[in-house]
């Protein structure tokens, strides 16, 4: 049998929300999956007995090198502010800056995981000129560099692997631990933001359940309405990558199945759209944001030519929170 | 005469940092001060904002209490339009609002609160090796009871909300997520699922037995017999006398919770001096003399939210929320306080509020919403309307109150030109483990840790009056 991983999780800017979608995790269960992927968890500030100087124990034998670190979580932004002097989290019981403590386990740790956008980016805390002076591990929004640098490598010569999202799937950390701890993840593994492509080969889209409203452009006109929320209510599911509506949440979850808009969360700089979140910007009457891969004039004369072709059903059901018309039988076919 | 300054950090199992400050005398607490140790500016990020973005933010200001931040944001967008939510929107609102709470609620009990029973400091008590191969963190028995059952009860964000954290299906008109019949019967069949671990684990009897314990007497004489983890809990309890550990001021607030199409399932209201009074929501006030923040004692309508890092004698990134200028203490306890719950009323009137009332308090609402649950979920009309679009005004003033598992929620807005102006929220935790306040006064942390007994100076009893509160250190300060 080979060595346990040694599992450090720390949590800074942010609402602890990864951790909480994480303990979704079913078949296995959160605690058969760590098992599973050879981890074994050393400290982790929600789950563990550990408190006060016993973690603090744990932190000082990792950072001094007395303890293995494996792979290194950290769910929630690096605080900078103010100022840059780190002083928005000061880790509670050591009087030093979570961002002090976060450079040097880093460069003690084989793996560094940026759990959740808040960690990868900044995300959510960058809303309105970033108060609190939020960044991501290795990139500040959109820009390489952030807490550790555009040239960090941690132990096993990898840079940070981004599992973002606002909240993280909990398939999307744990599929990544368990390659991890199988020695089966590599550089090629990861996508150009560094993001595990496990989940990110694919886009929101892939496997919407509004697909035909989307192939008719048949739009929803406000919420509840069973049309597809691109054209008015600001989704962007066509340009996210991430396979929520594959993979679902909570048994049988997705933003889209919940009724609202894709805002993007797994991709840098989501929080700032540009625009309301769940409206469309558009130009000329067509959406400014077009799928991933798309032309716009492709996108143009199909969309002209799919709205021309929307049968009668898709667009009243487009706009109606219940199925007002269903699927034609054909008399006698049984 | 002894005397010791220790401090416990980072607290963990609470949900965030915290930082405890301990001056001891004589293995007894003299004094406390709870220390919030993160600023991320929730309140700085939004003005500017559509007013509608506040969906979005603002319930990622908490991954536990999230549907509750976006239950009190679309109260406040429903009553900045003046207008109301459908009935099948009020009834999803509830049933995902429920889902949040009851979940926070089990995670709280065996996966936050328990583990500290299986401490090695407890080895020895006649509980204790049953305790820790049940409850030890992580690898204890329960963890693998508890966590698919969580996770299928969660099932219901799946089906009603998307996911959580972090919807956008509870809106100011209604929910976004409309329920066919087909998915009503889902609904159903998962609450009941619930139901069934609830009385197989947690109380070994039936949910409706439990809510009917309608004082001290029928409590002890439910306890004699039958298995469950409230049992071995109100053991331990006794044992460790945590029915006369961790009392605060005894003033309990809530807001009232589950307002659905036909009113609320617990009213709105101040218990103080043994009786319940009307809320009144202009009697809330935030004093920051304590906080890193500037300025000086606002109600939330004109709060302020500016960090002053160096501001002497502050200790902590937490506003002190007052009503009527006085500290109260909010969660299931009050919650329950002020609905005249028999049980917890009892227990309150014989010992003041404790560790086991709180607890207590919080199982007694898994117990009591479940049944509730089934009714909403058959209320349900799957062909009537789901949700009203809203029209916002682009200028006004409005309070949206919910109450989170671990109490009292407000978010106070301000919309100019249809943009956020303002916008403040006080989160429960912000109550319950605000510092002192202009007047010295400690808030209700601070005041349960004071003349708590450490024998030999071991603060594992300190652990279990943190933890009882359920403190949610992200809502805190935000």
Redesign the interface.
Known sequence: MAEPLNLLWL???????????L????QP????RLADAGIR?LWH?????????E??AVLAACAEGRERLDILCLEGSP?TG?HG?G????????GRPMIHWLRELAGRARHVVAVGSCAAWGG??A???N??G?TGLQYDGETPGGLLGRDFRAGAGLPVINVAG??IHPGWLLDTLLGIGLGRFGMDQLDAYRRPRLYTDHLVHHGCPRNEYYEFKASAG???D?GCLMENLGCKGTQAHADCNMR??????????????C?RCTEPGF?APGH????TPKLAGIPVGLPVDMPRAWFVALAALSKSATPKRVRDNAVS???VVPPASKAGAK | MTRERRIVGPFNRVEGDLEVRLDIEDERIAAASISASLYRGFEAMLPGRPSEDALTIVPRICGICSVSQSIAAAAALRNLAGAAATRNGLLAECLVGACENLADHLTHFYLFFMPDFARPAYAGRPWYDEAAARFRAVEGTAARDVLPARAAFMHLMGLMAGKWPHTLSLRPGGSARPLAAGDVLQLVGLVRDFRRFLEQHLFGDRLEAVTGLAGLDDLARWRRAGGGDLRRFLAIADDLGLDRAGRAGDRFLSYGAYAGPDGRLWPAGVWRDGRVAGLDVEAVSEDVSHAWLEGGTLPPLLGRTVPDPDKPGAYTWCKAPRYRGEVVETGALARQMVAGQPLVRALVAERGGSVTARVLARLLELAAVVPVMEDWARAIEPGAPWCDALALPDDGEAVGLAEAARGSLGHWLVVRQGRIARYQVVAPTTWNFSPRDGAGTPGALEQALAGLAVPGGDLTPVQHVVRSFDPCMACTVH
């Open positions: 949590q800074s800017g942010g609402c602890g929300g990864c951790t909480l979608s303990l979704n995790a079913e269960n959160l605690v058969d968890l500030p929600s789950l563990s007995e550990a408190s006060g100087d973690a603090l605080m103010p002097s002083r928005f989290h000061i880790l509670a019981g050591t959510i805390n809303v309105g000129g108060p609190g939020a606002c909240p406000k919420a509840s069973q679902l949440w909570n048994g049988s979850g997705s933003c889209l199945r919940g009724g609202y808009a805002i929080e309301a979140f769940e409206q929170d219940h199925i």
